[in-house]
């Protein structure tokens, strides 16, 4: 607290600019023997195994070329990758940990165009590909693609005398109904009968992907009835409320694993934590998947998600190993070893699915093989210049209908005002 | 004879001052390389559009016109003021009123010292999470006292627009008065005691002591403290980004948080320089009007 008058961060910009004009002076990357050793920006190494499993299985395939990973705090990335780029960092490969970001490393110019090799792959069998395309070049190839499901526990479900196959067609006036009559106890001990973790796209993103509605558009009243039930389910107590879950810090993971909620809508990548907790004896819970709740019976299954990528930065000076390291992990291989730690791969095919259910661990019942066959995901945020804008006004907006202060009508008129105004 | 005087007078004044200037040189290098030059370098930024990759692009006085158009940037300001209005005067108050407490010869009055300085120097996220479950709004303990004495509806405090930024206020003052409670303790020490015991003799009651002798006398100390809290008010970043991250809605953001999300996140490097600019201008001016009115008050 007892810096200068001067703002920190202008101190920061500027010396990134110093250091920006300094260039880099990287380690020497062609060590002795012929092997090359390419670096690869990551998050969370030890929590995140499907980095572990990727980076053994190429070097495996490829003897000559040796990967070391750059380990950065998941909550950091963006920022650090950014402060990075901006310093002339010359780590080889970057993943690519949202597309909006994606976008915006994109358009900068700071990653090299892999268009022919994202030409190679087969856009039917990578449903998250296109994310990629920014106005007809591809700069990052997706190798996982994670889109969101119902987490339940089936212990308390057989509990309620809830048979599972009823969560197989649910819609989400269903899974309000269910959720009320699952809620128990009271205080310390209460089960909520669902949990709706903090983030505005639990109900924004659902609404969207389930309506066709536009979350770029300024016009938000697709979002009213998913909004009306997450706040009349929290005005009953079948949620915990926000203001709680956001004040406490409350984490879903907590929520889940302890039994404090029955059903919870979250994404694919929830399941590889279980799978890892379940492993050491973290956690006993007994937990089930199922499709993400729907508007309608129909049968349809309609959900949101995102695809995680690599790309390879300007400044490598290993480019052509970079690139076949980003290009394995997009293949058939490295979906193989991504299937294999337990998470989600960009690639989707029947062998691949036959690999991931064949896990100790995963529930393989009818249901869960259900919620792996979405007929459609809906990219959780449209990708453009003014993606991270609007985020941020309906993050704010968001707070404000969960917590009470603004009337749904008002809050949601705000949105659209805000975006509208704002937004240049 | 007088001009070798002469000569050796200058030579001996200029070397006094190579003297003078190496004292000072570590520090005025380390001044210049991680504040000085960077703040010339952000001064030019703020006229330019850069992205920290592509080359900057001079765009003259846009990103200040952006920034006159930007509610955001106004509710930030208005949230900064409302936040040193209540920030400074509460802690100055608490710090001098424990300082005077405190420098009497009470039993614990060392241990009294010390736990008061123990929130300055916890790790901030510590403080701002603890502070956060005390004010939870169910299950706090806060609002379950103010139940327990018959309010029905206690506030929300972080999770409500109107009761948030009082909230992080309290846990503010409560983290830095240790810290201005030390230089006021400080500042005590070097008042006579003859004053007092005079004052005694004349028969002066205790209100009327501390009005008239120690308030007076801890001049140079509350000059010296309301600065540094004035200008570490208007810089406030850290606690309120892990209490609240701004909200709920933009209730607490404040400006450097809106230079954070502008620069650091957003990569608008340019425009985040001009809103540090703003910021930069702001507390200069205050501690101008401040310094203006101690030399008044001096005088």
């Known amino acids: ?424 | 004879m007088a001009v070798t005087t002469l000569s050796a007078g200058t030579s001996r004044r200029r070397s006094s001052t190579w003297i003078g200037w190496s004292f000072i040189l570590p520090n005025f290098l380390g001044f210049a390389a991680l504040t000085l030059v960077p703040v010339i370098a952000a001064l030019a930024l703020s006229f330019l559009d850069w992205d920290s990759y592509s080359t900057p692009r001079w765009v003259g006085l846009d990103n200040f016109e952006r920034m006159i158009h930007n509610d955001t940037f106004w509710t930030a300001l208005k949230n900064t003021a409302y936040y040193a209005v209540g920030h400074v005067p509460l802690t100055l108050c608490a710090a001098l009123g424990f300082a005077v407490l405190l420098n009497q010869k009470l039993r614990g009055a060392r241990f009294f010292r010390t736990a008061l300085f123990f929130p300055y120097i916890t790790s901030l996220v510590a403080v701002a999470v603890v502070w956060n479950m005390l004010l939870s709004p169910d299950l706090g303990p806060v609002n379950q006292f103010l139940r327990a004495i018959g309010i029905d509806s206690p506030p929300g405090w972080t999770t409500s627009t109107t009761w948030a930024m009082p909230a992080v206020i309290v846990a503010s003052v409560w983290r830095d008065l240790g810290y201005y409670m030390i230089l006021y303790l400080a500042g005590l020490q070097t008042i006579p005691a003859e004053l007092y015991e005079a004052a005694e003799v004349d028969g002066a009651n205790g209100w009327q002591r501390f009005w008239s002798i120690t308030v007076p006398s801890l001049r140079p100390t509350t000059f010296f403290v309301l600065i540094m809290l004035t200008i570490s008010s208007f810089k406030v970043f850290d606690l309120i980004q892990v209490m609240t991250e701004g909200g709920p809605g933009r209730s607490t953001l404040v400006l450097s948080q809106v230079i954070y999300r502008e620069g650091i996140v957003q990569g608008r490097f340019g425009y985040s320089s001009a809103v540090s600019m703003v910021l930069f201008v702001i507390v200069l001016t205050i501690t101008l009007i401040q310094f203006q009115l101690q030399r008044r008050s001096e005088r």
């Not at chain 1, 390419?38 to 030890?46: D, G, Q, S």
């Not at chain 1, 119902?150 to 109904?177: I, P």
């Open chain 1, 1 to 424: 607290m007892k810096r200068h008058l001067i703002p920190s961060l202008a101190a920061a910009a500027a010396l990134a600019l110093l250091t920006a004009c300094g260039g880099s002076s990287g380690a020497s990357d062609q060590a002795a023997g012929g092997t090359q050793t390419i670096k690869v920006a990551l998050w969370n190494y030890a929590t995140t195994p499907e980095f572990k499993a990727i980076i053994d299985g190429f070097q495996t395939a490829n003897p000559t070329i040796k990967v070391e990973p750059v380990d950065i705090l998941a909550d950091d990335y963006a920022e650090k990758v950014t402060t990075m780029l901006a310093g002339g960092d010359t780590t080889d490969v970057l993943t690519m940990k949202n597309v909006i970001d994606y976008s915006r490393f994109g358009t900068r110019g700071q990653l090299i165009p892999l268009t022919d090799e994202a030409k190679k792959l087969d856009a039917a069998k990578y449903p998250g590909l296109s994310s990629y395309d920014l106005e007809g070049k591809y700069f990052a190839l997706p190798y996982r693609q994670d889109f969101w499901v119902l987490y339940y526990n089936k212990t308390l479900l057989k509990q309620a005398g809830v048979d599972e196959s009823k969560l197989k067609n649910l819609t989400w006036e269903g899974y309000a109904t269910l959720a009320k009559s699952l809620t128990k106890g009271d205080g310390g001990s209460k089960v909520y009968g669902a949990y709706q973790h903090t983030w505005r796209s639990i109900v924004q993103a659902t609404s969207a992907a389930q309506t066709g509605g536009d979350l770029l558009s300024g016009d938000y009243g697709f979002f009213k009835d998913q909004y009306s039930m997450t706040l009349d389910l929290q005005k009953n107590g079948t949620l915990m409320p926000w203001a709680t879950a956001s004040s406490q810090k409350v984490t879903y993971n907590t929520m889940f694993s302890t039994g404090k909620a029955v059903l919870m809508p979250m994404g694919t990548w929830y399941a590889s934590t279980l799978l890892a907790d379940t492993k050491s004896g973290k956690t006993k819970v007994e937990w089930g998947m199922a499709p993400l709740p729907q508007r309608a019976a129909d049968g349809q299954v309609t959900t949101f998600g995102s695809p995680t990528a690599f790309a390879v930065n300007k400044n490598s000076k290993n480019s052509d190993a970079a690139k076949k390291f980003v290009e394995w992990a997009s293949s058939e291989a490295g979906a193989m070893a991504v299937a294999k730690a337990g998470v989600t791969p960009a690639l989707n095919s029947q062998q691949i699915l036959d690999t991931y259910f064949a896990l100790p661990g995963v529930p393989n019942g009818d249901v869960a093989k259900q919620a792996f066959k979405p007929g459609k995901v809906v990219l959780e945020m449209p990708v453009s210049d003014k993606s991270s804008d609007v985020d941020q006004i309906l993050t704010e907006e968001h707070e404000l209908i969960m917590t009470g202060e603004k009337s749904l009508d008002d809050g949601l008129a705000e949105m659209s005002k805000r975006v509208k105004s704002e937004v240049r």
